[in-house]
């Protein structure tokens, strides 16, 4: 298929430029899967295309990249509100999850997808359990998707490794490379030593990344010193995970020790605000990680403690945050939170070619309504984009040079069947739960 989308403000995106780049009545071209031009319309090769898209009134931007989440958590959206992570993990999520099965993952990935691509997100990098419901489910909905199966240890056998190096070598790179894979121990609390350093040698070994949760609560994060003797990220390193591609979710509580390691090893920092605040579990000092060299992408973790999978949420709060904390307004311009939402991620994905609308690159885009009343005047375009835009903006989004949502209706996925078995299958979960716990 070949797209032609014409009449649009173009944001071809941010890589290391000091701003965000518009460029006015512009055009992008594209050719199967790849981007074959963007830019002015004035500066257009002539382009047959079967898809013509009258984009005027919008932008035309990369498509978001959600760096952590547990999408099949859709389930548990605002379950054990207003609890702490202990206790909303042990008197709440592990008794619903208990509960899973491959059907209900299935649609709970679906949901969740529906989620993410009318919030305009393309990619995303998932953690979880019956990892084959959500692979297929993405190979089935047409999205870009990160997966790795959550490992947990406690006895050092390693056995639940087994079922993520699987993984890899059954999806990596498969759906025209659309799927890829991850190893992903959960924690270092939710693991063996033994664990980890398999682990570890497995995602280097199969040059694939390796995420994980680190450092996400002060409780984690002491503990762990008490434990080792180390804060979780020195663990890692001990355990050799350091020299893999690695994906660290939270980092709220990062010593300055931990940041110079994290910028030394090219580690990417996955910054989960929404999340952290509602669990209170504290604020990243992202503005400080920034300053020493740190790659920090964006992403909202699982809806159970978001709650949703809006990512321009993520976009809003990141430098809001840190101008709060540090005092200082100049921290965290809109160039690098764009950045994070998009390229930074796409990389750390192992994607070299995504991220960015530029000849060559893979066509995973979205176009965002700029004619509404919280847009308008649209006179400071970079701001506006940050802190004015509503997820609800995106009219299209297109993965891998398809059409996935526009308008409010979706290409691959049949909304209505899985709204529905996404509320029968939810009553079932917590009727049980409740029955559990009376």
Known sequence: MRTRIFGCALVPGVENEPNIPFVQNAEVQVDGNLIAYAGTAENAPPFEAEQQIDASGCICMPGLVNLHTHTPMTFLRSAGADLMLSDWLNQVIFKLEAQWNRGLIRTATD????????????????????????????????????????????????????????????????????????????????????????????AIDMDIPFHTHVSETKAEHEGCIRRRRMTPLKYLQSCGALDAKVIAAHCVWFSDEDID?????????????????????????IAKMLGRGCSVALGTDSVASNDNLNLWEEIKLMPLLQKGTTLDPTVI??????????????????????????????????LLNIRTPHMTPHVHPESNLIYALQGSDVTLTMVDGKVLFRDGEYTTIDAQTVLRDAEEGAAGMYKRFRAMNA
């Open 333 to 366: 311009p809109p160039a690098q939170v764009l950045a994070a939402a998009t390229s930074v991620g796409a990389k750390a994905m192992g994607h070299e070619n995504l991220g960015l609308l530029k000849e060559g690159y893979i066509a995973d885009l979205i």
């Open 111 to 202: 949901l969740g997808c529906m989620e993410m691509l009318r919030f305009g997100t393309t990619s995303f990098c998932d953690m979880y359990m019956y990892t084959d419901s959500i692979v297929k489910a993405v190979r089935d909905n047409g999205m870009r998707a990160l997966i790795g199966h959550g490992v947990v240890d406690t006895d050092g056998s390693c056995k639940d490794l087994e079922e993520g190096v699987e993984l890899a070598k059954n999806w990596n790179r498969t759906c025209n490379d659309r799927i890829r894979v991850s190893i992903a121990p959960h924690a270092e609390y939710t693991s063996t030593p033994a664990l980890m350093k398999a682990a570890a040698r497995a």
């Open 261 to 285: 390691l994290a910028a030394k090893y090219g580690i990417t920092v996955v910054h989960n605000p929404v999340s952290n605040l509602k669990l209170a579990s504290g604020v990243a000092p």
